[in-house]
């Protein structure tokens, strides 16, 4: 069973581009979530989609935005890029849209600004 | 919103030592809590979880226990190995809703042979 799958794995941009990441979750799972990992802030909700619905969102500018598909794949796209927004993004996919199973992560996307 | 707090962020010891982890949470209405493993490079993996309706959970050399009164859970690492190595992150989030898990900072874990 492939696991859950992000690309792309590296990526350098300048200030003020746009990035825009894609996960792909496991396959029948229906929800996804975004978080951002950076050395001093930790690991940070961005927002989780369930069936094409953004269902809850962190505390991230406007800048950050994200969809999901109807096959469960989803995107998150960063506007007018800041130095601060070099981190590492990670999504991660579960089966159910709500209780409590366990999150499974996909290997990130290393965003480095300059 | 939720706020979680880990202890200690470096934490060295020797092989087949135990190794202790602790978190503290601040809301009350968390009822799920997750620890994943993440080791330089890779994605975090769960390693482990637990319920509010449950004090302790075990699994082979890992364990966690949870005080929902002090609102503070650990994870217990039994002979140590060093392929235990890597970071830590406990977690915490309120199940039936929508998922969203606030993490603790990370303990570096350090298992020295």
């Known amino acids: 069973k492939a696991g859950v799958t992000q690309t792309p794995r590296y990526l350098i941009k300048t200030r003020g581009q746009q990035v825009t990441l894609s996960c792909s979750p496991i396959?029948?799972?229906?929800?996804v979530s975004w978080y951002q990992q950076t050395p001093g802030q930790g690991l940070q909700f961005l927002f989780e989609?369930?069936?094409?619905?953004?269902?809850n969102k962190g505390n991230f500018p406007g800048r950050f935005s994200g969809r999901q598909f109807s096959n469960s794949r989803s995107e998150m796209n960063v506007s007018t890029l800041e130095l601060g927004d070099s981190a590492l993004y990670l999504c991660?996919?579960?089966?159910?849209?709500?209780?409590?199973?366990?999150?499974?992560f996909g290997s990130g996307t290393r965003l480095t600004v300059v | 919103g939720e706020n979680v707090e880990q202890h200690p962020s470096t934490l060295s010891v020797q092989e087949g030592d135990s190794a202790v982890i602790k978190c503290t949470y601040s809301?009350?209405?968390?009822?799920?809590f997750p620890w994943y493993k993440q080791e330089l490079g890779k994605r975090p993996q769960l390693i482990i979880d637990i319920r509010s309706n449950v004090g302790e959970k075990k699994d082979q050399r890992i364990a966690v226990t949870l005080n929902k009164t002090a609102k503070h859970f650990s994870l217990h690492i039994t002979e140590t190995q060093p392929e235990d190595s890597a970071v830590y992150f406990c977690?915490?989030?309120?199940?039936?809703?929508?998922?969203?898990?606030?993490f603790g900072s990370g303990t570096q874990l350090t298992v020295l042979p």
């Open positions: 991660a996919s579960s089966p159910a849209g709500t209780g409590d199973y366990g999150y499974t």
């Open positions: 989609y369930f069936s094409e619905t953004q269902r």
């Open positions: 396959s029948g799972h229906r929800s």
């Open positions: 809301d009350s209405a968390s009822n799920y």
């Open positions: 977690a915490a989030s309120i199940r039936g809703s929508a998922r969203q898990l606030t």
